[in-house]
């Protein structure tokens, strides 16, 4: 079992940063790699981004390429998701997944937070 915590939400002007956080506990945090996503109001959960094992490889959504930044510190059993420049289409509840390894199912997900952009 990994359990996942995110916080740092919130309401933000367009062209704003946040920097969203994911706790993991449970599981042995460098063995896992973490992915973010997202769902809008009406819409199904979307892909992020993600970040290995490792962190050496992370992926994105091509919407948030050059403003999205994944990040890891595995000594803090912790993932980052910062969001630059922010637009009203990035509003959206964010969850943090997890998943064993580099590969397969996100099978662990957090609660959510959700990010406001105002326009």
């Known amino acids: 079992q990994v359990q996942l915590v995110e916080s740092g939400g919130g309401l933000v002007q367009a062209g704003g940063s946040l920097r969203l956080s994911c706790a993991a506990s449970g599981r042995t945090f460098s063995s896992l790699s973490m992915g973010w996503f997202r769902q809008a109001p009406g819409k199904e959960r979307a892909f992020v981004g993600s970040i290995s094992t490792g962190g050496a490889v992370t992926y994105y959504r091509d919407s948030v390429k050059g403003r999205f930044t994944i990040s890891r510190d595995n000594a803090k059993n912790t993932v980052f998701l910062q969001m630059n420049s922010l637009k009203s289409e990035d509003t959206a509840v964010y969850y943090c997944?997890?998943?064993?390894?580099?590969?397969?199912?996100?099978?662990?997900w957090g609660q959510g937070t959700q990010v406001t952009v105002s326009s």
């Open positions: 997944a997890s998943r064993g390894g580099d590969f397969g199912t996100w099978d662990y």
